[in-house]
C-alpha cells in the first residue's frame, strides 16, 4: 500500500451527481409492479396440467427436453435439475435433459450444420414418440427453437412453449403455450417475462409433485402428453 486514502465508494463516478433515492425506488417499485401483473395474468391451469401430465409422462419412462438460450438455457437446466433431483419433498428421479448443457454436441452441431440446428439434432437423438419438447424464449422467434418443435412433430412429441407476449412463432408452432402479458420498452419487458417464466416453472414442478404422489399412491387420476 501507499498511503494514499482509499476512494471514496460512495462517490459517482466522473463527478456524476448521485442517483435520486426517490426515483430509484420508484423505478423498483415499477419493475416490481409490472412483475405482480405479468404474475396475475399467468395461465396457472395450463401450467399445473403440464406438471400432472408430466408425472405420468415421466413415471411411465417418457422423457422431458428442455430448450432455451442465454437467460432461458439457465431456467432450462433449472427445471431439469428439478426432475433429476428433486423440488420439494424426496423422491425418485425421472428423466429430463436441457439440449444446451451438453457444450460437446452443442459446439460440434453449430459447427457442422449451423447454430439453427443445435437442439433440433438433439430432439431427433433424444426425443421418442410420447415425450415432452418444452421450449423457453422470452421473444418467441429464436429460429433453433422454432426448428426443434419441427424435429419433435416430426417424432411424435409434445411440444410446449413458455413464452413471452403473444402472438409469437414459437406460440403459434407448440401444441400448448403459456405467453407472459407485459408492458414496457424491450429491456425491461425481457426481465418480467424471464422472472414470470421462474415462477411458471415452480409451478410445473408444484403440480407434478402433486401428481407423482397421487401416482405413487395409486390414486387413478389423467395422463397423456395431450
Given at each position: 500500500?501507499?498511503?494514499?486514502?482509499?476512494?471514496n465508494?460512495?462517490?459517482?463516478?466522473?463527478?456524476a451527481?448521485?442517483?435520486?433515492?426517490?426515483?430509484?425506488?420508484?423505478?423498483?417499485?415499477?419493475?416490481?409492479?409490472?412483475?405482480?401483473?405479468?404474475l396475475a395474468?399467468?395461465?396457472?391451469?395450463?401450467?399445473?396440467?403440464?406438471?400432472?401430465?408430466?408425472?405420468?409422462i415421466?413415471?411411465?419412462?417418457?422423457?422431458?427436453?428442455?430448450?432455451?438460450?442465454?437467460?432461458?438455457a439457465?431456467?432450462?437446466?433449472?427445471?431439469?435439475?428439478?426432475?433429476?433431483?428433486?423440488?420439494?419433498?424426496?423422491?425418485?428421479?425421472?428423466?429430463?435433459i436441457?439440449?444446451?448443457?451438453?457444450?460437446?454436441?452443442?459446439?460440434?452441431?453449430?459447427?457442422?450444420?449451423?447454430?439453427?440446428?443445435?437442439?433440433?439434432?438433439?430432439?431427433?437423438?433424444?426425443?421418442?414418440?410420447?415425450?415432452?419438447?418444452?421450449?423457453?424464449?422470452?421473444?418467441?422467434?429464436?429460429?433453433?427453437?422454432?426448428?426443434?418443435?419441427?424435429?419433435?412433430?416430426?417424432?411424435?412429441?409434445?411440444?410446449?412453449?413458455l413464452?413471452?407476449?403473444?402472438?409469437?412463432?414459437l406460440?403459434?408452432?407448440?401444441?400448448?403455450?403459456?405467453?407472459?402479458?407485459?408492458?414496457?420498452?424491450?429491456?425491461?419487458?425481457?426481465?418480467?417475462?424471464?422472472?414470470?417464466h421462474?415462477?411458471?416453472?415452480?409451478?410445473?414442478?408444484?403440480?407434478?409433485?402433486?401428481?407423482?404422489?397421487?401416482?405413487?399412491?395409486?390414486?387413478?387420476?389423467?395422463?397423456?402428453?395431450?
Open positions: 500500500m501507499n498511503g494514499a486514502a482509499p476512494p465508494s460512495a462517490a459517482p463516478p466522473n463527478g451527481a448521485p442517483p435520486n433515492g426517490a426515483a430509484a425506488a420508484s423505478t423498483a417499485q415499477r419493475h416490481i409492479g409490472a412483475l405482480v401483473r405479468a395474468g399467468l395461465d396457472t391451469r395450463l401450467l399445473d396440467d403440464w406438471g400432472r401430465r408430466l408425472a405420468v415421466l413415471g411411465r419412462g417418457g422423457r422431458l427436453l428442455v430448450a432455451g438460450n442465454g437467460g432461458s439457465a431456467q432450462a437446466q433449472h427445471l431439469t435439475a428439478e426432475f433429476t433431483g428433486r423440488f420439494a419433498a424426496d423422491r425418485r428421479p425421472y428423466s429430463a436441457a439440449l444446451h448443457a451438453d457444450t460437446s454436441a452443442v459446439t460440434a452441431i453449430a459447427n457442422d450444420y449451423g447454430y439453427s440446428e443445435v437442439f433440433a439434432r438433439q430432439v431427433l437423438g433424444h426425443g421418442r414418440p410420447g415425450d415432452v419438447l418444452l421450449t423457453m424464449s422470452t421473444s418467441g422467434r429464436s429460429q433453433n427453437l422454432l426448428r426443434a418443435v419441427g424435429a419433435a412433430r416430426q417424432l411424435g412429441l409434445a411440444a410446449w412453449a413464452a413471452g407476449p403473444a402472438p409469437n412463432p406460440a403459434d408452432a407448440c401444441d400448448e403455450a403459456v405467453c407472459v402479458r407485459c408492458a414496457g420498452a424491450a429491456p425491461a419487458q425481457t426481465a418480467t417475462v424471464q422472472e414470470a421462474e415462477v411458471a416453472l415452480h409451478l410445473i414442478c408444484l403440480a407434478f409433485d402433486a401428481r407423482a404422489a397421487a401416482v405413487r399412491d395409486g390414486t387413478p387420476g389423467e395422463g397423456g402428453p395431450g
